[in-house]
């Protein structure tokens, strides 16, 4: 019968190879690992945070006690994969990477953490040098052919720090740009007390602390489609910078133009872009100002027909810019101004809002207005009298004929087809 398993008798099993999940033969290289281990590394590392605090100015910025706290972990992790006490290189990166994501946090770039490592495995070698010159002649010899296990290890942390800083990098990028997102959301809305307690700052959005700025507005086309395609690249290839949101509504942009540029200039980089309507804000130097730039932007937009492409200007059209401003009422004044016209079949309606948007376009020349609409003169005066007669405007009277133009340019702008061919004029 076997005897009884005794813990004090129990034997430690000697290092092993990095590498060789526990079988095989000792290793000189494993042993003195082991050594250093049941030493204490505190002295080595408190060497190694000297050296690096000495030589980088990144580490002289960060705490001394934490940083002492890292160099032993990768110590410990260096001679642990050399003694065999961590058999596998997964096992022993996570710490790595952990590290590499602290150091972007710490804004420390990645050549200079790389340095730093290199610097704990250069003490490693130097400790581990130093115990095998104490060994006999064919042991330090043994230990200095092993010592390739030294720089495998060192390429497996590297390839784990360089993994870590990129994902810190990656995640500090995340969050910059969801920082620059909510700032942006706070000025073009008009939430000022929250872009205050945000620390608001244009150049946070990467727009310059004074202006003039101009505020667009670009409808979206299509679902999932950019109503201005790569348009803050395309700007700043030409050196002009902006920032940008994009939501279901459309497209906004607040766009610095800069000391030698001028809102027509802006007006034709954008126009090289759009994709369907955009409206420009006039120019305004105050950025606390971008949320009523914005919303004339939105207006000046709505200035174009439905269905056209191109960029406009508040100040483009300014009864255009009256009606667009609200919709649901300039809906409702031209129904009323056109009267019983708006009852009529969609034939006979079309074909006098045609006329009298072709009779106003020519300045009243019944005659040209025939000719574009391929009809006698004399029918075009018997289409607008009967227009008269439906709607109760008499176009002998400036006043009536300012309000059928106005409910004209209402529908041209809201429900073009009504007025056909004339209605894209």
């Not at 980088?56 to 934490?66: F, G, M, P, T």
């Not at 100002?289 to 483009?316: E, F, H, N």
């Not at 400036?398 to 087809?417: G, I, T």
């Amino acid at each position: 019968m076997p005897e009884p398993f005794q813990p004090d008798q129990a034997r430690t099993c000697p290092p092993c190879r990095p590498g060789d999940g526990g079988a095989g033969r000792t290793s000189v290289l494993g042993e003195v690992a082991a050594e250093l281990l049941d030493g204490g590394l505190d002295a080595l590392a408190a060497e190694v945070v000297q050296q690096l605090r000495t030589a980088e100015k990144a580490y002289r910025r960060l705490d001394a006690v934490v940083l002492l706290a890292e160099v032993g972990v990768l110590l410990d992790a260096t001679l642990g994969r050399l003694a065999g006490e961590t058999p596998s290189a997964d096992a022993s990166a996570t710490e790595v990477v952990a590290l590499g994501r602290r150091r972007a946090e710490q804004n420390v770039p990645l050549a200079v953490a790389l340095r730093g490592l290199r610097s704990v495995t250069a003490a490693v070698w130097r400790a581990v040098a130093e115990r095998a010159a104490a060994r006999p002649a064919e042991e330090m010899a043994a230990c200095l052919q092993e010592s390739v296990a030294l720089w495998a290890v060192l390429d497996e942390q590297a390839g784990a720090l360089a993994r870590g800083h990129d994902a810190g990098l990656t995640a500090l990028l995340d969050a910059d740009r969801e920082r620059r997102r909510v700032l942006l959301d706070a000025l073009v809305d008009g939430r000022l007390g929250e872009w205050s307690r945000l620390g608001g700052s244009l150049v946070r959005l990467g727009l310059p602390e004074e202006g003039p700025y101009v505020a667009v507005s670009a409808e979206p086309v299509a679902a999932g489609a950019p109503a201005l395609p790569g348009v803050e690249e395309f700007l700043a290839g030409h050196g002009v910078r902006s920032a940008w949101r994009t939501t279901a509504d459309g497209t906004v942009g607040i766009v610095a133009i800069g000391e030698w540029r001028t809102v027509t200039s802006i007006r034709e980089l954008l126009g090289a872009l759009a994709t369907g309507r955009v409206g420009l804000s006039r120019s305004y130097d105050d950025a606390l100002q971008t949320s009523a730039a914005v919303a004339r932007a939105m207006v000046a937009r709505r200035c174009l027909p439905a269905g056209a492409v191109g960029v406009t200007a508040i100040d483009d059209d300014p009864v255009a810019a009256l009606l667009a401003s609200s919709v649901e009422t300039s809906t409702e004044v031209s129904r009323l101004l056109l009267g019983a016209v708006m009852e009529l079949p969609d034939v006979e309606q079309q074909t006098l809002l045609a006329t009298l948007a072709t009779w106003l376009a020519t300045n009243g020349n019944s005659t040209e207005t025939g000719r574009l609409l391929f009809c006698h003169r004399n029918t075009v005066r018997n289409r607008l009298a009967r227009l008269e007669q439906l709607s109760g405007q008499s176009l002998e009277d400036p006043r009536s004929v300012a309000r059928l133009f106005v409910a004209v340019e209402a529908l041209r702008l809201l429900d073009p087809s009504v007025l056909g061919d004339a209605g894209s004029s």
